[in-house]
Nanobody, 126 residues
C-alpha cells in the first residue's frame, strides 16, 4: 500500500498558473511511474498526465496539451504538475497515483489502483 500526498492547489483566474506536487511518504518513487488524475463535480475521475521511471510522459487528456507539463525530482521524492493557461474546465480535485508503468489507457488505473488520497482542489474562475 503506497502513500502519496498531493499539494499546491488553489483558486486562480483563467489564464493563471499553478504547480501541484505529489510527494511520496514511506517509500522511494525512483522506480515508479506516477500519474496525475482529476475529478470534477458530478463527473468521473479522468487521467491527465503520467511520467514513467525513465522520464517518458503519457498524455491522457487532449485539452491539457501545450498547457500542462509533468516532471519529477527523484532526489526530492516528488512529482510535479505544472499547469499554465488554466481554464474553468480545469476545475477539479487533482490526485496522483503510482504504478510500475504508465498504462496506455487511464481507465486501467481506475480498476487497478485502490489507494487514492484526498487530492488537492484546483478552482479556476473569473
Amino acid at each position: 500500500q503506497l502513500q502519496l500526498v498531493e499539494s499546491g492547489g488553489g483558486s486562480v483566474r483563467p489564464g493563471g498558473s499553478l504547480r501541484l506536487s505529489c510527494a511520496a511518504s514511506g517509500f522511494t518513487l525512483d522506480d515508479f511511474a506516477v500519474g496525475w488524475f482529476r475529478q470534477a463535480p458530478g463527473k468521473e475521475r479522468e487521467g491527465v498526465l503520467c511520467i514513467s521511471s525513465n522520464y517518458d510522459s503519457t498524455n491522457y487528456e487532449d485539452s491539457v496539451k501545450g498547457r500542462f507539463t509533468i516532471s519529477r525530482d527523484n532526489a526530492k521524492n516528488t512529482v510535479y504538475l505544472q499547469m499554465n493557461n488554466l481554464k474553468p474546465d480545469d476545475t477539479a480535485i487533482y490526485y496522483c497515483a503510482a504504478a510500475s508503468i504508465c498504462y496506455r489507457n487511464y481507465r486501467v488505473w481506475m480498476t487497478a489502483y485502490e489507494n487514492w488520497g484526498q487530492g488537492t482542489q484546483v478552482t479556476v474562475s473569473s
